[in-house]
């Protein structure tokens, strides 16, 4: 089998909000085709524009091709070397960071394409079936306007929801704080508790409550004091609680929290997330299935946490495709209690909620049926694909 074309999708929601914190609002979806006819498709979380770039961009010399100019005429069906030689062939450039992202859209797309050859899905070729179900988590920042107290009752009030629908774990996303407040919030760091000790009463005992603070503090003592103000309500883990630098601040609070300390979202290959473990930074390891390099790259972390007796919650705030992708992992990755969900009931964005077609939907008890449709199991709505993308030129 070989590639014949790749075909880059820059989508943007048009009621879109540039003062929310939320990156689902716009998307790049990657298409690639094959000369028998079986297209694959995945996404990555970057800006749109910048991922299109970094897989369009010609390449003039050995140590930096083009992306999309190395796929023309390769066999997908072995996406670990597809990886590997496109990792090699972007280095200068690549790496690290965006081209990386970018070839995570494009490893997700190649194992799309080796399932649908294989006619099996992706969790099938890529490792060993966990024993257990999987488990989403519902994660939820509602767009609530900037008063804490109408943000605090419409987040309480979907987590609260979140746990009569089955949902075992929710986050409370407090981007209320630091360098990314959502919607023009600005919150008192002690004040957060409010809504973890209502949710926590709300909900009693046998529920888990994540809390991201998104890098809300730059000191390790003073971000233990707040969250040692939460630990009378059994938190899961602190999401991002320091600068995603700050690799020592991590280890002192791994240390000293009472609270479990999660982060990786924004890391980009497996070694970004070996620097933390070597140093014992991270109790809960988040690699974005996109960003850190696609699903072979994810495995990667997944062996590295099972190693160390780490676990992992995977990051996923996009669409259809990366829920999808990311719930190929983890019908591998024992080490997964669960991975983010953003339920497309109370999703902001219209690209989570109509990008793809065929969703799967959680069971009453809170979990997700194995998939089971060859490669990573949805499909582009053609419509919304067209809609979008003409919101997207008309900014781009
Ligand atoms: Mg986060």
Redo the contacts with the bound molecule.
């Keep these: 089998m070989k590639i014949t074309a790749v075909r880059c999708h820059v989508l943007l929601d048009p009621g879109y909000d540039a003062d929310a914190t939320s990156s689902n609002q716009d998307t790049i979806v990657v298409e690639i085709e094959t000369d028998e006819g079986i297209v694959g498709i995945g996404e990555t979380d970057l800006n749109a524009w910048v991922a299109k770039a970094c897989i369009e961009a010609p390449g003039t010399h050995t140590m930096d091709r083009g992306l999309g100019q190395m796929l023309i005429g390769m066999d997908p069906l072995d996406p670990r070397a597809c990886w590997q030689e496109l990792y090699v062939g972007t280095a200068m450039t690549g790496r690290r960071g965006a081209v990386l992202h970018a070839l995570g859209a494009i490893d997700v797309a190649l194992w799309d394409i080796a399932g649908k050859a294989a006619g099996k899905p992706v969790w099938q070729i890529l490792g060993t079936e966990r024993p257990d179900a999987v488990r989403p988590y519902a994660s939820l920042l509602p767009n609530a306007g900037d008063t804490w107290e109408a943000f605090a009752a419409a987040l309480g009030g979907q987590a609260i929801d979140a746990a009569k629908r089955g949902y075992r774990a929710a986050k409370l996303e407090l981007l209320t704080t630091g360098p990314y407040r959502h919607t023009g919030l600005d919150v008192e760091d002690d004040r957060l508790v409010e809504v973890i000790a209502s949710v926590r009463e709300a909900v009693g005992a046998d529920f888990e409550i994540m809390v991201?603070v998104?890098y809300a503090w730059t000191d390790w003592r003073y971000a233990l004091s707040i969250i040692e103000s939460w630990a009378d309500y059994n938190v899961f883990f602190v999401?991002?609680p320091l600068w995603t630098d700050d690799i020592d601040g991590y280890a002192e609070l791994v240390v000293n929290s009472p609270i479990p300390i999660a982060a990786g979202?924004w890391l980009s290959h497996s070694r970004e997330f070996q620097q933390y473990v070597d140093r014992n930074a991270l109790d809960v390891l988040q690699p974005d299935v996109g960003r850190v390099g696609g699903l072979t790259e994810a495995i990667r972390v997944t062996e590295l946490a099972a190693q160390r007796d780490l676990i992992v919650v995977p990051?996923g705030w996009k669409t259809g495709i990366t829920v999808a992708a990311t719930a190929q992992l983890a019908a591998v990755t024992p080490q997964m209690p669960f991975f983010e969900f953003v339920p497309p009931d109370v999703a902001e964005s219209r690209l989570r909620r109509e990008l793809v077609d065929d969703e799967m939907t959680i069971l009453p008890d809170g979990t997700l049926p194995r998939p089971i449709r060859p490669g990573i199991g949805v499909e582009l709505n053609p419509d919304a694909v067209e809609e979008f993308s003409r919101a997207a030129r008309a900014i781009g």
């Design positions: 991201d998104g999401e991002t979202e990051h």
